[in-house]
């Protein structure tokens, strides 16, 4: 109702207009003197006024000017009106002369003027209220400078975006940042184009800039990290749009724009699945996720749910977390079929009720202990749930027929320092030992440092800065390899669509991360100046951490799948009798609760070498010596150096 109203108060308005442009257009004719018009020309105007006002109307009608929302006009809409105004004199021209009706011919041509820019003000008037109240808001109140990162597509709608947004009415775009240097001095919505990536920290001083947002959705990962590494010295808060994978319907607008992620920073292009293949894998499938309601495992539910699974089975020991990945895939997908079970994989009862009920196809095996520091303390728990927990779910995946099985591995099961890691790498050779028995296919991905999971450094770097300080880091030389939760799934779940058995499949990380510049970015984003603002202590390596994490063991070999960021490790070959003999000896010792295990372990895996602290420090100050007066630990990764 109530854009009838508009619509018709609209249409009386222009009524007025016509009528007051016909008539001011024969009195400007002649110098706005009512006594120098000729009688003549009167009669004839209102003789020919209601055809003037029915055809003029009805071309503004076929333009469109009755249904536009013109609080957000822009040029094409004022184009519409000159070409309506201009029609609109031609039949007024052209209709007076066929009824014998003329007026002076520079009569038309000012009416045309006067009818352009009267319909415009009307039409705008609402458009430039708006700008005007903001305007006069912006006088009365601090407001946000903002410099806008790129100058192209997506930039010009941000800008536009902020202009006629009321939720910006105290922001305004005072200049923009482009790397080409044809842009440089031009202007993109009024603003104007002030310098490169360089210029960054002078344009922020100089145009006192509070805010900037990052708007190249299509830039590569390496340019972006670095602009947005200058950008995070300037203390501006920093926001940005996805990247183009993100933005899959194209649009641009505020609602995209989020704050800056530490993920952001680490200079690596993210993953692309083959969603097809994936689909084709997973539809109408029976899989079962063990450790479902965990990091890894509660993303891998997640992505599988929209892959239209037959029946999705998540396995879990900690209720809390089976609950809640319940109810999010309840709400999100309401036609899964979707079975949540609380159990251990220790519990071989239980595990062997599971496949015999249900008949996994798939088994993605995420239920694993995985705190370096606390397994530390509590070896022959990690090895009773990591290795044996995974030995029972992959003897029920081979006894009951499972497609495949895909062991969640860690790049510490490379010559592993800990026993977290060294029980993942048996876990691997279980893999591998079974692969070679069964009609199941066995399969490992291996993985770095997860950004944003349960007990990652992220998240406690985020709570010590929230808190104040201080910001804890082990040693200033450690180093990490980082990838994404959903980078991560996503390499799993290709991982089992590419699987053939045996393999241990491996995601190119890009280089390691320094922890340290990790903690001093993180600090950096949050507005604050490390050492300063937020101190950052050095509490030493914890029993069992390496300095830096390695993907390959030397033994193995690496060839390269049809994703070119994922590869394939080639197993390490064992003798598989002895090797069970040796779990077998393993899990008898572990009915001594007193029992240290680790000399158990170092059988099984040779190259787990646990060093105390003091034999680490040792190490790297040797390494020290024999570079220079002030290395730095340059680790390379295998699988760049491959390419």
């Known amino acids: ?43 004839r105007l209102v003789s020919y ?46 209709g007076s002369m066929l009824l014998d009706m003329g ?41 946000t400078n903002i410099m806008i990162i790129g100058a192209g597509r997506a930039g010009d709608l941000l800008i536009r975006d902020i202009s ?27 603003v104007k184009v002030v310098g490169t990536r360089k210029d960054i920290p002078d344009a922020v001083k100089k145009y006192k800039v509070n805010q900037i947002i990052y708007s190249i959705p299509s830039a590569l990962s390496a340019d972006r990290t ?35 992620e530490i993920e952001d920073l680490l200079g690596r292009r993210p993953i692309k699945i083959d969603t097809e293949r994936i689909l084709g894998y997973v539809e109408g499938k029976t899989i079962l996720v063990t450790g479902g309601g965990g990091s890894i ?57 599971i496949f015999e009920k249900y008949r996994p196809d798939i088994v993605y095996h995420a239920a694993a202990h995985k705190h370096v520091p606390l397994m530390e303390e509590s070896p022959n728990e990690a090895i009773k749930n990591n290795v044996f927990g995974t030995l029972i779910t992959v003897k029920a995946a081979d006894k009951y027929g499972a497609k495949r099985f895909v062991l969640i591995s860690t790049d510490k099961a490379v010559n592993p320092t800990n026993v977290m890691g060294a029980t993942k790498r048996i876990c691997e050779m279980i893999i591998q030992c079974y692969n070679r028995r069964s009609k199941t296919e066995f399969v490992a991905v291996r993985f770095g440092n997860v950004l944003g999971s349960n007990g990652s450094v992220v998240p406690l770097f985020k709570e010590q800065i929230k808190e104040g300080g201080p910001v804890t880091v082990m040693h200033p030389d450690i180093i990490r390899y980082f990838m994404t939760i959903p980078e991560a799934v996503s390499l799993v779940i290709e991982a089992g669509a590419l699987a053939k058995g045996g393999e241990i499949f491996i995601l190119d990380m890009g280089q390691p991360v320094k922890i340290l510049d990790l903690a001093e970015m993180m600090i950096k984003l949050s507005g604050f100046k490390p050492y300063e603002d937020i101190d950052i202590q050095f509490t030493g390596l914890r029993p069992g951490e390496k300095l830096y994490e390695e993907l390959l063991m030397a033994e193995e070999e690496m060839t390269q799948t049809e994703n070119d960021l ?24 572990l009915r001594n609760e007193n029992c240290d295990a680790r000399a158990l ?38 699988i760049m150096t491959k390419k």
């Open 1 to 43: 109702m109530k854009k009838y109203i508009q619509t018709a108060l609209m249409l009386f308005c222009d009524i007025i207009i016509i009528a007051f442009s016909s008539y001011a257009a024969l009195l400007l004719r002649f110098d706005l003197s009512i006594e120098r018009v000729n009688p003549h020309y009167t009669e």
């Open 49 to 94: 006024l209601p055809y003037s006002i029915i055809v003029t109307l009805l071309v503004f009608l076929a333009f469109g000017l009755y249904n536009s929302i013109w609080e957000f006009a822009s040029m094409s809409e004022a184009i519409r009106i000159l070409i309506a105004c201009f029609l609109s004199a031609i039949s007024f021209f052209t």
């Open 103 to 143: 007026l002076p011919r520079s009569c038309y041509i000012i009416y045309m003027l006067l009818l352009i820019c009267l319909t415009a003000l009307l039409r705008f008037s609402n458009k430039t209220y708006h700008h005007i109240l903001k305007f006069v808001r912006k006088l009365g109140r601090c407001h």
């Open 164 to 190: 006629s947004s009321a939720k910006f009415n105290n922001s305004r775009v005072v200049c923009v940042i482009d790397d080409d240097p044809e842009k440089i001095g031009s202007r993109i919505c009024g």
């Open 226 to 260: 670095d602009i947005l590494n200058i950008c995070k010295e300037t203390k501006c808060e920093l926001k940005m749009l996805p990247s183009i994978y993100e933005l899959v319907n194209g649009e641009v607008d505020l609602s995209k724009v989020r704050p800056v």
């Open 297 to 353: 495992g509660s993303e891998l539910c997640r992505q599988i749910a929209g892959h239209k699974p037959g029946r999705l089975i998540i396995l879990d020991i900690y209720e809390n977390s089976a609950y809640d990945i319940q109810n999010e895939l309840k709400r999100k997908h309401p036609d899964l079929n979707l079975t949540v079970l609380i159990g251990s994989v220790r519990d071989e009862k239980r595990i062997n009720s």
């Open 566 to 589: 994922i590869y394939i490790g080639k197993p390490i070959e064992f003798d598989d009798d002895e090797f069970l003999a040796k779990l077998e000896k393993l899990r008898l010792a």
């Open 601 to 638: 372990i170092s059988e099984i895996v040779p190259t787990y070498q646990y060093k105390t602290q003091e034999e680490q420090e040792l190490e790297m100050q040797q390494k020290r010596n024999a570079s220079s007066d002030k290395p730095q630990i340059t680790v390379i990764n295998p």
